[in-house]
């Protein structure tokens, strides 16, 4: 089993950069993927970014070239840089890993706006 807990969210103006953080526990070195999901209010939640054990990523096309996803497998932490942010990035980010389950954090609210 594996929990997850995120921080790094808060109130960013448009154009401005936040930086996720989320900190793995438990059985951190059987962990395949790790991601970051995000949902807003009205909208299913979607994948952000993806990261697997080895370091290939997968970003939703929407994030491309403003956010970088990167992991520490040693430490069982996965990072989120968001850059340009948008207020369309608005919504409550998740941290996700996957073992044989996904598992979830509590989630951590990002808000862009002026």
């Known amino acids: 089993q594996v929990q997850l807990v995120e921080s790094g969210g808060g109130l960013v103006q448009p154009g401005g950069s936040l930086r996720l953080s989320c900190q793995a526990s438990g059985s951190i070195f059987s962990i395949n993927a790790m991601g970051w999901y995000r949902q807003s209010p009205s909208k299913q939640r979607e994948l952000v970014a993806r990261?697997?054990?080895?370091?290939?990523?997968n970003y939703a096309d929407s994030v491309k070239g403003r956010f970088t996803i990167s992991r520490d497998n040693a430490k069982g932490t996965v990072y989120l840089q968001m850059n340009s942010l948008k207020p369309e990035d608005t919504a409550v980010y998740y941290c996700?890993?996957?073992?044989?389950?996904?598992?979830w954090g509590q989630g951590t609210q990002v808000t862009v706006s002026s």
């Open positions: 996700n890993a996957v073992i044989v389950n996904a598992y």
């Open positions: 990261i697997g054990s080895g370091g290939r990523t």
